[in-house]
């Protein structure tokens, strides 16, 4: 039901806000997925995603009314990549995904932007789906950014002037299972090495027109900034001596605000830039920022206005 209250506008953009589409004949002829109508909750490779408010793009909408935000960004859930899937299955099950994520946008089509999902463990598949979108807007599990393989569809992604958002999904370091640490520790690691191939791979250099835009303010990147460059100065094995420097390459890409830590956040405005801290809410999961205004009251007026008004740049 929908709150009377309405916040004042000001949030312009969310780019890290979550929907898992639920268009139920389909998904009916998908192997190792399943909708269990009576507990609302949606079985994917045997574990239940039942955080109900996920499936529900009005709940969204609500949130936003309520938050004063504009306009949201939104790509499926990491429970919903399923990188272990082979190419002709991630094929139907991206199909599946990206059709869900524009019938959902639909209904407020103006401030609703799927951010259509692109499978980078096959890039021929990613290389396929990114031109016969009509938008120029998608977003990715994180990994080895360098890989060649993955030069086709940054060619691609590139002529578009494309946005991409990269998010971590699962690490596999069996110490991660206890504590939480999986998401706690793993999500912001994954996003560092992710960083670390975008500046070693001169991925961010070869194709400058990508908007790369990663997760949870970096992740590790912006702590371990002076050491890419250090390794850098001083002709690391495996670094390629034309890299550009690391410091400057990062000011070219773009992070969200959720770091949970002022000074860990005013790090990364100083490591990317202040103008490339973009406002990311994680919506509905619980270490998002559920209650922004609140949640980054702490991080000083002028940024708190800052991550507010931002935008990509095209």
């Not at 806000?17 to 399943?34: C, D, Q």
């Not at 001596?241 to 860990?264: M, N």
């Amino acid at each position: 039901m929908m709150r009377e209250r309405r916040a004042p506008q000001g949030i312009f953009l969310d780019v890290h806000a979550h929907i898992a589409p639920v268009m139920r004949a389909r998904l009916a002829r998908i192997p190792g997925v399943e909708w269990l109508a009576e507990s609302e909750a949606l079985r994917i490779d045997g574990h239940d995603l039942a955080l109900k408010p996920i499936f529900r793009p009005r709940s969204l909408l609500e949130w936003m009314d309520w938050h004063g935000v504009e306009n949201a960004w939104v790509s499926i859930p990491p429970p919903l990549y399923r990188p272990q899937l082979d190419e002709r299955s991630a094929r139907q099950w991206c199909a599946y995904v990206n059709d869900g994520l524009a019938e959902a946008c639909s209904i407020a089509a103006r401030r609703l932007k799927p951010l259509l999902h692109l499978p980078l463990e096959h890039p021929r598949l990613a290389a396929a789906i990114a031109p016969k979108a009509s938008g120029a807007r998608f977003a990715a599990q994180a990994r080895d950014l360098s890989a060649p393989e993955l030069d086709p569809l940054w060619q691609i992604l590139d002529g578009k002037g494309a946005f991409l958002f990269i998010h971590p999904g699962t690490c596999r370091d069996p110490r991660l299972n206890a504590f939480y640490l999986e998401n706690l520790l793993g999500n912001p690691y994954e996003t560092g090495v992710a960083i670390a191939h975008l500046l070693f791979g001169r991925v961010r250099t070869r194709y400058p027109r990508i908007r790369f835009c990663f997760a949870h303010a970096g992740g590790v990147a912006p702590m371990v900034a002076g050491r890419f460059q250090r390794g850098l100065d001083t002709k690391r094995p495996g670094i390629a001596a034309d890299t550009a420097p690391p410091r400057r390459v990062l000011k070219g890409v773009y992070v969200d605000c959720v770091a949970h830590d002022p000074a860990a956040l005013a790090l990364a405005a100083q490591t990317f830039g202040t103008n490339r801290i973009l406002f990311g809410s994680d919506w509905p999961f619980p270490m998002g920022l559920q209650e922004p205004r609140k949640q980054l009251g702490d991080i000083g007026r002028p940024l708190q206005r800052a991550i507010f008004r931002a935008r990509p740049r095209p």
